[in-house]
């Protein structure tokens, strides 16, 4: 009886935050922001000259006021722009030519391995009143067989200006073996595993990959993302999947599933 009390007051307590009127909370404003630059190996020679190729693709917040300076400084850590693609240039100007400059033979100047590149890409995967999910994509080539890919998610509660972490949502995120079991299973799916088979014998270097800690939130269900090479080879690329809240739902803690609804998800209606 009284778990079924407790149930009803959780149903209530959402059904109550899902009517609440915010007319306070101002829907974030935004613009695009890019910017290209090329960095020259030796500007003596720059129509033969290697070159670091550099495109910023950013988002721009622009209001309300207090959300865009916490959303600017927490992804660019400055509310200028100038000041971050400053930053960015003189940063990959360095690694360029201090990597290339402290080889033992000079670089050979057609070689395509000297031509690197930078791209950075920020945009917004889902957004409201209250919660928003930004997806940011990094792209670093800097010669070898291929560049290196990285995706970063950032989970935000607007009306606390705070990014959220996965264990927000869980009591023991990397120590509980049943969300440990669930998350492996989806990771066999996602490898086409039959029953019974383990994990190594699929795409990954282990039986029990390292959990992600770098995740969203969609309506389906919690994503968890893998950078290339993390958990399989290289050449699998990134890996993604998504864990249905029914299934991870008895395992997460009651402020957990309440903050889902500032991003639109509600799991008791």
Known sequence: MKKHQLF????????ISACVSTPGN???????????????LDPDRPHDSPQLDIALSLMNIQSPPEQAEYLNGLLYSTSSFDVYKDRVIEEQRKKYRDT??????????????HNWRYAETVGIKNSGRQGMIIERDYYNYSGGAHGLSTKRYYVIDLDQRKQLK????????????????????????????????????????SDEPELSFNFFLSHEGLGLHWDPSQIAPYAHGNIKIIIPWQVIRPLMLTEGIQLLTKFGIYLFV
């Open 26 to 40: 101002e829907k974030i404003r935004h613009s695009p922001w890019y910017y290209t630059f090329t960095i020259l």
């Open 100 to 113: 290339l400059f402290d080889t033992a033979a000079p670089p050979v100047k057609d070689s395509a391995i």
């Open 166 to 205: 996965v264990d927000d949502f869980f009591a023991n995120y990397q120590g509980e073996k049943r969300l440990r079991d669930i998350i492996y299973f989806e990771l066999g799916k996602y490898s086409r595993l039959k029953s019974g088979q383990k994990l190594s014998e699929g795409i990954f270097f």
């Open 8 to 15: 009803c007051v959780l149903i209530l307590l959402m059904l």
